[in-house]
């Protein structure tokens, strides 16, 4: 089975710093999807970044940007010049592909706290 | 925008009860899931469904059942409320699209205490 692994509980950083979140995972599948997602104090989850396992290229979504080692199977979110808004748990998470239609659900790391420092 | 709704914020209940969640979508998508979310352990799955009248069980299933009788409405069902199933619930839908490169869209979570 998959596990997803965020080793930092908790991270901190002065507002606008830049921050990297680590994320390590565990699979046997080839084809994958990778995502981190936000939770804010009001609860509503927000996708964050999306990054396919078949992409060498690393994805980017603004400030927000992944360095994705396939063969380290690590996915670490990097957020550059923070916001007080981006205060929040982020939580990595993970998906097997499946061809052709279907669905599966997540696998959740445990998340990391952020915090921004005004 | 996606939006996914539950409905309720909040729900105190007593052991033995039984408890209906529900979840909708207005965006017409196939794919409809639920996780509960705990301190510490992030986010499970308890079950999902692919289609209407269609579910599959997700890690932890034990103790709930779900409903899908029409597409845009999801419920998870406790038969018997315990005590540890006190919990945050988190819906989720997604759209269902070839290679299934799909993505999740949260609802704003059920926080459920049982007493």
């Known amino acids: 089975a998959q596990t997803v692994t965020q080793s930092q509980p908790e991270m901190s950083v002065q507002e606008a710093e830049t921050v990297t979140l680590s994320c390590t995972y565990d699979t046997s599948e080839s084809d994958y999807y990778l995502f981190w997602y936000k939770q804010p104090p009001s ?30 199977k690590s996915f670490s979110l990097k957020i550059s010049d923070s916001q007080l808004g981006d205060a ?3 939580f990595c998470a993970y998906r097997r592909g499946v061809s052709g239609g279907g669905a599966d659900g997540l696998t959740f790391g445990k998340g990391t706290h952020l915090i921004i420092q005004p | 925008d996606v939006k996914v709704t539950q ?9 033995g009860e039984k408890v209906f969640l529900e979840c909708v979508q207005d965006m017409d998508h196939e794919n409809m899931f639920w996780y509960r979310q705990d301190p510490g352990l992030g986010l499970r799955l308890i079950y999902f469904s692919y289609d209407v009248k269609m579910k599959e069980k ?22 018997s409320a315990s005590t540890n199933q006190t919990s945050m619930y988190l819906c989720a839908s997604s ?18 205490l049982v007493l």
Not at chain 2, 7 to 15: N, P
Not at chain 2, 101 to 109: L, N, S
Request: glycine share 6%.
């Open chain 1, 43 to 72: 609860r509503q989850m927000i996708l964050v970044i999306r990054q396919e396992a078949y992409k060498q290229q690393n994805a980017t979504e603004n400030r927000f940007s992944v360095n994705f080692q396939k063969a380290a």
């Open chain 1, 88 to 90: 929040a748990m982020y």
């Open chain 2, 7 to 15: 409905s309720s914020r909040y729900l105190v209940k007593r052991t």
């Open chain 2, 58 to 79: 997700g890690d932890i299933p034990e103790g709930y059942s779900v409903s899908r009788e029409k597409k845009e409405r999801f419920s998870l069902i406790l038969e």
């Open chain 2, 95 to 112: 759209l269902l699209v070839g290679l299934a490169r799909e993505t999740q869209y949260f609802g704003p979570g059920t926080r459920l």
